[in-house]
């Protein structure tokens, strides 16, 4: 019976289906769309698509009015926080899609609902952006940057002129770096001496400064201690505040110097010249509020100090800089915890969000603080997952931690989440449980055996928790929506590339040894290998060019040898690929940025500079030297010099640019950041972008390269699959995973 049953099973993929059967195609074909209807019905949207007309007027009165489907995303935002009630939103667009308009059109919507204040959370080389995009967005919006050394000054005049009457929106933009700078302290104690042995005393009281155990503790130690201290007799603080840095001499003049002298094309003796012509007080008042009259700036003779040139390129950067003559480190987030009233700021925007998402990091707990301080809380990201459902935990619990308490994950008895991560982990996620068993030696009286349980997480976010903690409280957003015309086409593309011989064979002689070596390290619960292993299967085949030698990282014992293959001259094949996709796009009339991963101990990018340039392509570098604000000036300066190919690090360009010039976009490496990747290969795909933009990724055939690329695809798909898109990337080839159930149905459904 068994038997019959399992053969009629078997049959069924020749047979005529059975009448009670039906493939799911055929099911989805017929009932897709009384699915969809059911789900509407079960669950409602908070935004229909019925404009709310006071909104739709206050945003057509915008300097700069907002796509329809820009517009319809303001209009959902508001009504989840004003009619819905809800504490916080988020606006999951896609990069390019012109996110920090929607925030600033969300705040003037705001405005006239009764939320003066927004405090906007920015990425420290962005904050100029923002403030130049507001004042080109709302007419008569007062605009203050916390990003200098005068944000605790700026603070504390809020603080005075609370009571004020509103006369326009008001925008405080916050560096995140800035947000969690805390102030500078060092040990304050009294000494005492009994004998050769000296230790710390309390100044006011006189008790000895000892541990929890009531030892002494000598002076020198307390000198070193990173955390500061209070007396256990009286509570007395034994730590006092310290200048970083003391400057000798005129310290107005040194820093208005320093200021001058990052500006493009101001060196040492112009700096000094404008000092002598001006004088220190009138140039520091112009560049403490970034004022553009220092472009415009004359001589006594009424002829303008800087040429077009000059002021194009200044023009450029001092969008970008910031410049900060007052004092003061005490940390923001925490005064605007501790001395302004709570609700202060009316509504905060969270911009680059995934940035917060860790669950010790500094600015992540400073955002939670300030989100527990503010009455309205949006965040904006256009990668908000990076494939592991605890990425969205924690940002999460600090934007609606109310709703997440009622969902059952609460902080433990000492205030950790990390238990509470896990449950989310596991309610919503995919954890991977591998049990191990050893048979150790026989004893006299039993077998020796011994069973280990260890867990990992891996990419996957279930569809109860894309119910239960996305679709409430995000708004989706693709280029694609904004409408046909507005945006070229996009294309992403793989391209595996063959090793030469001698190097797959090396390859395969070092890959065997060091997992042979690996192995048996493992065998002996030694994971100390597990990063040098990976990391040199990952990275030789690109930087085989030099001799790799592999060091055990604690005895410094040799595991492996490999000698240099290729010439300084002699392009590898994935080299070679990339200089003949130049070749080919510089006869389109097309700019290629290439990324590149190694540009630290494994430098790739020098080589790749002169391997192009030796193919008659004119090559720039980026490198991390090149300050983050002083990026969009330089490339542009690069634009301006002719140059074909830049060659960077994606992580030097994942925010803030728009690399409109370069639509062709090559991967030599990935690296294992989703967001990076993400937000790196949409630099060029932008309002405003004109030539079909093309993004390769490539990967050297046989080697930890293509299991890297894979584990990358599988997170990109859960990515995208969060953020209402079905995931349709160059990698989806090498998913090996395939098409979960969910996936599948979603892309019939949208067939």
């Known amino acids: 019976m068994h038997t019959e049953h399992k053969t009629d099973l078997l049959s069924l993929t020749d047979a005529e289906p059975a009448p009670d059967f039906l493939p799911l195609n055929d099911f989805i074909e017929e009932f897709g769309k009384s699915l969809l209807e059911a789900l509407n019905r079960s669950l409602p949207p908070v935004y229909d698509g019925t404009p709310d007309l006071r909104r739709r007027a206050v945003m057509d009165s915008l300097l700069r009015t907002p796509f329809p489907a820009q517009a319809e995303v303001v209009q959902a935002v508001a009504k989840l926080l004003i009619n819905q009630g809800e504490h916080a939103a988020i606006i999951n667009g896609e990069m390019g899609s012109g996110k920090t308009l929607m925030a600033i059109a969300t705040a003037a919507v705001l405005y006239h609902e009764g939320y003066r204040r927004t405090l906007v959370l920015s990425p420290p080389h962005l904050v100029y952006k923002w403030r130049r995009e507001i004042q080109q967005t709302i007419r008569g919006a007062r605009v203050w940057v916390l990003n200098g050394p005068d944000t605790l000054l700026k603070l504390m005049l809020l603080r005075e002129r609370l009571a004020e ?12 770096v800035r947000m969690r700078m805390g102030y500078h302290w060092k040990p304050a104690f009294a000494r005492r001496r009994q004998g050769h042995f000296h230790f710390g005393v309390c100044p006011d009281c006189g008790q000895r400064i000892g541990d929890t ?3 002494w503790l000598p002076a020198e130690q307390l000198h070193h201690e990173e955390r500061p201290r209070k007396c256990a007799g009286c509570g007395s603080a034994l730590w006092t505040l310290m200048r970083p840095h003391t400057v000798a001499g005129d310290l107005q003049s040194q820093m208005v110097s320093k200021a001058l002298k990052r500006i493009p094309t101001v060196g040492e003796a112009t700096a000094r010249r404008l000092q002598l012509t001006f004088g220190d007080e009138f140039l520091a008042a112009m560049l403490g509020d970034n004022l553009y009259e220092f472009i415009n700036l004359m001589d006594g003779e009424g002829d303008m100090v800087f040429s077009d040139r000059q002021a194009q390129r200044m023009e450029r950067a001092m969008a970008n800089t910031e410049f900060g003559f007052g004092e003061g480190n005490y940390q923001a987030s925490e005064f605007i915890k501790k001395y302004l009233p709570k609700g202060t700021f009316d509504l905060m925007v969270v911009d680059e969000a995934h940035e917060y998402k860790g669950g010790s990091s500094a600015q992540g707990q400073a955002m939670g603080v300030l989100a527990s301080q503010v009455r309205k809380t949006v965040l904006l990201t256009g990668t908000l997952m990076g494939g592991y459902a605890d990425d969205l935990f924690f940002l999460l619990f600090r934007i609606l931690t109310k709703r997440m308490l009622e969902e059952g994950y609460r902080p433990g008895r000492n205030g950790s989440l990390n238990a509470a991560a896990m449950q989310f982990m596991r309610d919503h ?6 049990l191990s068993e050893r048979n150790d030696d026989v004893h006299k009286t039993a077998k020796g055996k011994k069973n280990t349980s260890r867990v990992s997480k891996a990419p996957g976010f279930g569809p ?7 679709l409430p409280y995000t708004v989706f957003l693709k280029l694609s929506d ?12 793989f391209c595996e590339i063959e090793m030469s011989p001698v190097q797959a064979s090396e390859y395969q002689s070092l890959s065997q040894t060091l997992t042979i070596t690996l192995r048996e390290a493992l065998a002996k619960r030694d994971t100390t290998l597990l990063g040098v292993v ?3 299967l990952l990275a030789w085949p690109d930087c085989c060019f030099r001799a790799e030698t592999v060091k055990h990282p604690r005895t410094r014992a040799v595991l492996a040898c490999v000698p240099s293959l290729f010439g300084d001259a002699e392009p590898t094949p994935k080299e070679a690929a990339l200089i003949s996709l130049c070749r080919e796009e510089k006869t389109a009339g097309r700019k290629v940025l290439a990324y590149s991963t190694y540009s630290g101990t494994r430098d790739t990018t020098s080589r790749l500079k002169a391997l192009l340039t030796q193919a008659g392509l004119k090559t720039a570098v980026l490198r991390a030297s090149v300050s983050p604000e002083q990026r969009e000036d330089w490339v542009a300066e690069q634009v301006e010099r002719g140059v074909e190919v830049i ?6 360009v994942k925010t803030g640019l728009d690399l409109i010039e370069f639509p062709t976009i090559v991967f030599m490496q990935t690296g294992y950041n989703v967001f990076t990747l993400l937000q790196a290969a949409r630099r060029s795909w932008r309002i405003g972008q004109r030539q079909a933009v093309r993004v390769i990724y490539l990967g050297y055939a046989g080697s930890s390269q293509m299991n890297c690329l894979d584990l990358m695809a599988r997170k990109i798909a859960v990515a995208q699959s969060t953020a209402g898109d079905i995931p349709e990337s160059g990698l989806d080839i090498l998913n090996s995973d395939g098409d979960s159930v969910e996936i599948a149905l979603a892309k019939q459904l949208l067939a």
Do not use: K, M, S, W
């Open 464 to 470: 109860a928790g894309v119910l239960r903690c996305l």
């Open 429 to 434: 996620g995919v954890l991977r449980e591998v």
């Open 165 to 176: 009457h509103a006369t326009g929106p008001e925008f405080f933009i916050l560096g995140r």
């Open 647 to 652: 060659v960077t690090n994606p992580e030097l």
């Open 482 to 493: 904004l409408g046909h015309g507005i945006l070229p086409p996009y294309h992403e593309e």
């Open 213 to 215: 155990d009531g030892q």
């Open 534 to 536: 990976l990391n040199v």
